[in-house]
Nanobody, 125 residues
Framework: VQLQASGGGLVQAGGSLRLSCVASGRTFSSYVMGWFRQAPGKEREFVAAVRWSSGSTYYADSVKARFTISRDNAKNTVYLQMNSLKPEDTAVYYC???????????????????WGQGTQVTVSS
């Protein structure tokens, strides 16, 4: 499995960015795709996840109503639309994937075996 994340950048507070994660190497119909982020000096934290088969989505409380995760089956791509960005959203964002992750554990980084390389998001105040 290969995951290629892109779309990060520098944006002012209140702005928007859309991250993309292109997945290859497998058929992902049974996978959960997640986005995590890691700020300097902090642990990697869950942002959002989507079940590829059903499209069910899950969000961290800190990003609910601001971020939207979606997937495009034809392009094998998962997106993270980030609106109303705040300086505290500044981090390296990683996409991740694995099979058969339960709803109880999809917020845990250790549940995912496959990771993309990360893309930097910087939100200025």
């Amino acid at each position: 499995v290969q995951l290629q994340a892109s779309g990060g950048g520098l944006v002012q507070a209140g702005g928007s960015l859309r991250l993309s994660c292109v997945a290859s190497g497998r058929t992902f119909s049974s996978y959960v795709m997640g986005w995590f982020r890691q700020a300097p000096g902090k642990e990697r934290e869950f942002v959002a996840a989507v079940r590829w088969s059903s499209g069910s989505t899950y969000y961290a409380d800190s990003v609910k109503a601001r971020f939207t995760i979606s997937r495009d089956n034809a392009k094998n791509t998962v997106y993270l639309q980030m609106n109303s960005l705040k300086p505290e959203d500044t981090a390296v964002y990683y996409c991740a994937a694995d099979r058969a992750i339960s709803s109880a554990t999809m917020g845990l980084a250790r549940s995912y075996d496959y990771w993309g390389q990360g893309t930097q998001v910087t939100v200025s105040s």
